[in-house]
């Protein structure tokens, strides 16, 4: 199955007897074909781009209405509401530079 799907990627791509020394893809059809699903790609992944921001992943929420939000549905269960405490949100501070510093090292190590 492999050896199949190998043998057809360089029947498209490299110059060999079997192709004739002439690759697939650069016989006009395929470029054509080759552009326009390019084209639908860069499409489909601009329309992604455009609409994943306005999704709940990128919810803008500050702490104070992440607090008033679980005291509401802490209070429709019967559960005593949470406060603020100083200490714990400096430590999720804490935590959240060191989670953003973290994920900059490795996106600088994988660029090289």
């Known amino acids: 199955m492999f050896k199949k799907i190998a043998l057809k990627f360089l029947t498209i791509f490299i110059p060999r007897k079997e192709n004739n020394y002439r690759p697939k893809f650069l016989e006009s ?3 054509i074909y080759y552009l326009v699903f390019l084209l639908i790609l860069k499409i489909f992944v601009f329309a992604v781009l455009i ?3 306005n999704t709940v992943f990128f919810a803008d929420i500050s702490h104070s209405s992440l607090i008033r939000l679980t005291n509401e549905e802490r209070g429709l269960i019967g559960v005593s509401s949470l406060r603020e ?5 400096q430590a999720a501070y804490l ?3 060191d989670m953003m510093n973290r994920i900059i090292s490795a996106t600088k190590a994988l660029r090289g």
Do not use: C
Not at 85 to 89: R, T
């Open 95 to 97: 935590k959240a530079q």
């Open 51 to 53: 609409h994943l921001p």
């Open 29 to 31: 059809n395929f470029l």
């Open 85 to 89: 405490n100083e200490l714990l949100n």
